[in-house]
């Protein structure tokens, strides 16, 4: 079965741009996340989709950072404006549900620079 | 809040060797643990779960083990191949479907 695809794969703007992210999960999975993984440390979790609903986004800075998930299948991120401390790889993963044998796929991910 | 670390940063042994790569977790209430490989550029993959009433798990030449009273878990790899090479990262689930990571340990297996 096809993975988690991701693009654009790399991108880099100056700060205070926008830019926008695009994931599309494995088909059938009804849980789509994002993940920001700065150089050398973990991922993170930004915000959590169950179909087009939001599940958490206690750690999305919204002030800058948005997310939706139209129809319960592709997800975009968007970040306006961007920050310095923003590059980062953003990761995307998807699990079939929220069961806690679910596991989670996911996708290359995208790194951003910001000049 | 749960914090996960991974001890040493990074490691770099000969072919053929066993290793230990350890992960330590500050609150013992979790759904499971999983390691996770990744490799430069890819996404993440799942290595082993185990869940919180068990104490350790197999795959292949990759066993992990699970003690959760004492925050711990090592992800033991035996006669490493250069094919190993990559950064390993521990996560655990305070709940279902929730990942806390630690920052991972960048393994180099020397031919």
């Known amino acids: 079965e096809a993975g988690v695809a991701q693009s654009p794969r790399y991108k880099i703007i100056e700060k205070r741009q926008s830019v926008a992210f695009w994931c599309n999960p494995i088909s059938g999975h009804a849980t789509l996340y994002w993940y920001q993984q700065i150089l050398g440390q973990g991922p993170k979790l930004l915000i959590q989709?169950?179909?087009?609903?939001?599940?958490?986004d206690s750690q999305l800075p919204k002030d800058r950072f948005s997310a939706e998930r139209l129809k319960g299948v592709d997800s975009t991120l968007k970040i306006q404006p961007a920050k310095l401390e923003d590059s980062a790889v953003y990761l995307c993963?998807?699990?079939?549900?929220?069961?806690?044998?679910?596991?989670?796929?996911f996708g290359p991910g995208t790194r951003l620079t910001v000049l | 809040k749960q914090e996960v670390t991974q001890i040493p940063a990074a490691l770099s042994v000969p072919e053929g060797e066993n290793l230990v790569l350890n992960c330590s977790f500050t609150d013992s209430a979790i759904y499971n643990l999983q390691w996770f490989r990744q490799d430069p550029g890819k996404g993440l993959t799942s290595l082993l779960l185990?869940?919180?009433?068990?104490r350790e798990q197999t795959s292949g030449r990759l066993n992990a083990s699970l003690d959760k009273s004492s925050g711990r878990s090592t992800l033991y790899i035996a006669a490493s191949q250069p094919g190993d090479s990559a950064t390993y990262l521990c996560a655990v689930s305070p709940w279902a479907q929730k990942l806390v990571f630690g920052q991972g340990t960048r393994l180099t297996i020397n031919p």
């Open positions: 989709f169950q179909n087009n609903g939001v599940v958490d």
């Open positions: 993963a998807s699990s079939l549900e929220l069961g806690p044998t679910d596991t989670q796929y």
């Open positions: 185990i869940q919180s009433s068990q």
